[in-house]
């Protein structure tokens, strides 16, 4: 009778992690970290995959392992600072069935699908996006997602409002509410046309930013 000790189911799942990690196209490459796991991925469009799982170390932690796909249109775009920028972010959420499963066969099934990305992306409407997305359009991609491509644009102007929306304390907060010209009345002669010229301009968040100040100044001083 052995006495070796039979492999834990985490380990069984790492083992067979490793042996699709074998095939053509799929690396398993080395890390420094127990928690952390990196599978690159050439996809038969063509294109580059990086999975990164990782989960906080702790011998007793229960957080769930967390798992990042980024896309690129040529390997090495992965392995420079200058390149970087030319990768983007795939909001992938398959396999959820999967979720129970260790964390060696939810990798190693999520890699075989982006291996024959060309056929998921019958399935999955983003991986067919970003299959046919010039590289020099991924410059300005920050995020593949189901419903919308985030661009760095839409990244900055939320940034933007965000910093405009800080500058009010709460008390500012309420007596914004008060304020009646931001009701329908404002914009009951307005057109959607007018409106997307001002977008497209590329200056609507700075004016709308504006014309609050120039409203919370005025009200403050009739008070």
């Known amino acids: 009778m052995s006495n070796r000790l039979v492999d834990s189911p985490h380990e069984k799942s790492m083992k067979f992690l490793k042996d699709v990690c074998r095939l053509d196209g799929i690396d398993l490459l080395q890390t420094s970290k127990i ?10 469009s063509g294109r580059h995959y990086e999975v990164i799982a990782s989960r906080e170390v702790g011998l007793f932690s229960q957080v769930p392992w967390e798992i990042t796909v980024t896309g690129a249109a040529r390997k090495n775009d992965f392995d420079s600072e200058r390149t970087l920028s030319y990768t983007a972010s795939l909001c992938l959420d398959i396999h959820e069935e999967k979720r129970h499963l260790p964390i ?3 990798l190693a099934s999520l890699a075989l699908s982006l291996h024959n990305d060309v056929k998921l992306a019958m399935d999955i409407p983003l991986i067919a996006q970003f299959i046919v997305c010039p590289r020099e359009q991924l410059y300005h991609v920050y995020m593949f997602q189901d419903d919308m491509v985030v661009t760095q644009e839409i990244i900055d102007q939320q940034q933007d409002f965000d910093e405009v929306c ?9 007596a914004f509410d008060e304020f009646d010209f931001l009701d329908e009345d404002l914009f009951e002669n307005a057109t959607e046309d007018a409106f997307l010229e001002e977008k497209e301009d590329g200056n609507w968040m700075q004016d709308f930013a504006d014309m609050i100040m120039q409203h919370f100044e005025r009200d403050k001083r009739k008070s």
Do not use: S, V
């Open 166 to 174: 800080d500058m009010f304390d709460e008390e500012d907060m309420d």
């Open 35 to 44: 928690y952390k796991i990196i599978i690159r991925i050439r996809g038969r």
């Open 104 to 106: 060696g066969d939810r």
